[in-house]
C-alpha cells in the first residue's frame, strides 16, 4: 500500500468537493424547480418523506457501515480473510433482511392503521421502499473507503445521483404531468437504484479484498453487538438534521419546513467537506489501534483537525458574504432564513474544532461511548425544540440543532481524552512536524 502526505488528503478532498458542489448545485436547481412546481404544501411532503427515507437507511444497515473501518482494518492486518468474507457477508444479510421488514412493517403502518394522512401515505411508502437501497449504498461506500477507492466512495451518490435526478425530472416535465410529491419520490427511488448497482459493480466487493473463493468466518454476535450501538450513533450524527426535519413536520407549518429544509442543504454541503475529511482519517486510525500506535492515532486526528477547521472557517465567511444571494434563488422568502443559515455554518466551524471524535472512538470499541454522548444530546434536541421553536421559529430550530450537535462533539472528545489519551485542545494547537501518512486513494 502506498502513502501520501497530508497535500494529498487535501488533493483528494478538493476534488471530491468540487464533485460534491457540482451533485449540490444540481439538487440546488432541482430545488429551486421543485419550489416553482409544486405547491408549498406538497414540498413539505415531499421533504418529510425525504429525511424519513434517509432515516429508515440507518436501520436498514445496522450500523455495519459504520464499523466496517474497524474490523477489516483488524482483520487485514491479521491476514484473517476468511473473517473479511464473513464480515462482507454478514452486512449484506442484514441489509437484506432489514430492508424487508422495514418496507413490509411500513406499508402496513401506513396504508392498514389509518395513523397516516391520506396526502402522506405513497410519499411516506416509496421514502419506506428507498431506504434499503440508500443502506446498500452506504455500506457499499464504507468498504470502497477502507479500500482508499474514496473516488468511488462518494461519486455514485453525490454525483450519478443527482446527475440521474435531473434526467429523470425533465423527463417528467416534457411527458407534461402535474409535478407532485409522489412522483419526484419515484424518480429518487430509481436514481437510488441505478447508482447503487454501479458501485456494486465497479467495487466488487469479495473480488476488491481477495476474498472470493474463501470460507467465510461466522462471527454474528460480535459484529452485532459493536454495530447496533453504531445504528443509533449514525442517526445521532450523520442523520440528526433529518430527524430534526421530521420534528419540525410537527412543530412548524410545510412552508416553513420547506424553508429550514433549504437552510439544511446549505449546511450539509459544509459537513459534507468536514466528513469527508473524518471519513478519509477512518482506515489510518484504525489501522493504527490495529497496530497499537497511539502516535500514529494523534497524528492522523490532527491531521483532520486542522483541515476541517481551515474548511469550515472559510464556508463561513463564504455564507456570510454571499447566504442571501444564494436563499434569494430558491425564492424572495427564503431571505428570511439567511440569520438561521449563519448560526448552523458557524456551527459547523465549532463542531470541526473537535476533530474526527466518533470514528476515533469506533477504531478504538469505544462506540458505546458515542452513543452516550449523542444520546445526552438528542434529549436536548427534544426538549429545545419543542420550548423554543414554537416561539422562536426556524431561527430557533438552527440555534437549538447546533446546540445538540456541539454538544455531542464536546461529551466525545473527553471520552476521547480518557480513554484514549488525545486531547482535542493540544492537538488543535499543535504545531508538530507531519510526519504520519493518509493511504492513497485510487
Known amino acids: ?40 404544501a406538497d414540498y413539505g411532503v415531499y421533504v418529510v418523506a425525504m429525511s424519513l427515507a434517509a432515516v429508515l437507511s440507518i436501520f436498514c444497515a445496522f450500523g455495519f457501515p459504520s464499523v466496517t473501518a474497524r474490523f477489516v482494518s483488524l482483520y487485514q492486518e491479521q491476514g484473517d480473510t476468511a473473517s473479511v468474507a464473513g464480515f462482507i457477508g454478514a452486512g449484506q444479510r442484514h441489509v437484506f433482511a432489514l430492508s424487508l421488514l422495514v418496507a413490509g412493517l411500513g406499508g402496513l403502518l401506513i396504508f392498514a392503521t389509518g395513523l397516516v394522512s391520506e396526502p402522506f401515505q405513497f410519499p411516506l411508502f416509496l421514502a419506506c421502499l428507498t431506504a434499503p437501497v440508500l443502506a446498500m449504498m452506504r455500506f457499499n461506500g464504507a468498504l470502497s473507503n477502507i479500500a482508499r477507492r474514496f473516488y468511488l466512495t462518494y461519486l455514485p451518490d453525490m454525483t450519478l445521483r443527482p446527475v440521474l435526478l435531473v434526467l429523470g425530472l425533465a423527463i417528467l416535465f416534457m411527458i407534461g404531468p402535474h409535478i407532485t410529491s409522489t412522483l419526484v419520490l419515484l424518480v429518487h427511488f430509481g436514481a437510488a437504484l441505478v447508482a447503487c448497482l454501479v458501485l456494486w459493480v465497479v467495487l466488487r466487493p469479495r473480488h476488491q479484498f481477495g476474498v472470493r473463493g474463501v470460507v467465510p468466518a461466522v462471527k454474528n454476535d460480535v459484529w452485532r453487538r459493536a454495530a447496533f450501538p453504531m445504528l443509533f450513533v449514525t442517526l445521532l450524527t450523520s442523520f440528526l438534521a433529518d430527524i430534526d426535519i421530521l420534528m419540525m413536520g410537527l412543530l412548524l407549518p410545510a412552508e416553513d419546513v420547506g424553508l429550514f429544509s433549504v437552510c ?13 475529511v473524518f471519513q478519509m482519517s477512518a482506515p489510518d486510525l484504525s489501522e493504527a489501534q490495529a497496530r497499537g500506535d497511539s502516535h500514529g492515532m494523534a497524528l492522523a486526528f490532527r491531521r483532520a483537525q486542522h483541515v476541517t477547521l481551515l474548511f469550515a472557517i472559510a464556508s463561513f465567511g463564504g455564507v456570510f458574504l454571499l447566504g442571501e444571494w444564494i436563499l434569494v434563488l430558491f425564492g424572495d422568502g427564503f431571505v428570511a432564513g439567511y440569520p438561521a443559515l449563519l448560526i448552523l455554518v458557524l456551527g459547523q466551524v465549532v463542531r470541526s474544532a ?34 423554543i421553536v414554537p416561539t422562536f421559529g426556524v431561527a430557533g430550530a438552527a440555534g437549538v440543532l447546533i446546540v445538540t450537535l456541539v454538544l455531542g462533539s464536546a461529551l466525545q472528545a473527553r471520552a476521547v481524552f480518557v480513554k484514549l489519551g488525545i486531547s482535542v485542545l493540544r492537538t488543535l494547537a499543535s504545531r508538530q512536524p507531519e510526519i504520519g501518512s493518509v493511504a492513497e486513494s485510487r
Open 1 to 40: 500500500m502506498r502513502f501520501v502526505s497530508a497535500r494529498r488528503l487535501l488533493k483528494t478532498t478538493s476534488f471530491l468537493m468540487a464533485a460534491r458542489i457540482f451533485g449540490t448545485g444540481l439538487g440546488f436547481l432541482i430545488q429551486l424547480a421543485l419550489v416553482r412546481l409544486m405547491t408549498a
Open 354 to 387: 473537535f476533530g474526527p471524535v466518533t470514528q476515533t472512538l469506533t477504531a478504538a470499541g469505544q462506540q458505546m461511548r458515542s452513543l452516550y454522548s449523542y444520546g445526552a444530546a438528542f434529549v436536548v434536541l427534544v426538549v429545545g425544540n419543542a420550548l
Open 264 to 276: 439544511l442543504r446549505i449546511m450539509l454541503l459544509v459537513e459534507f467537506g468536514i466528513q469527508t
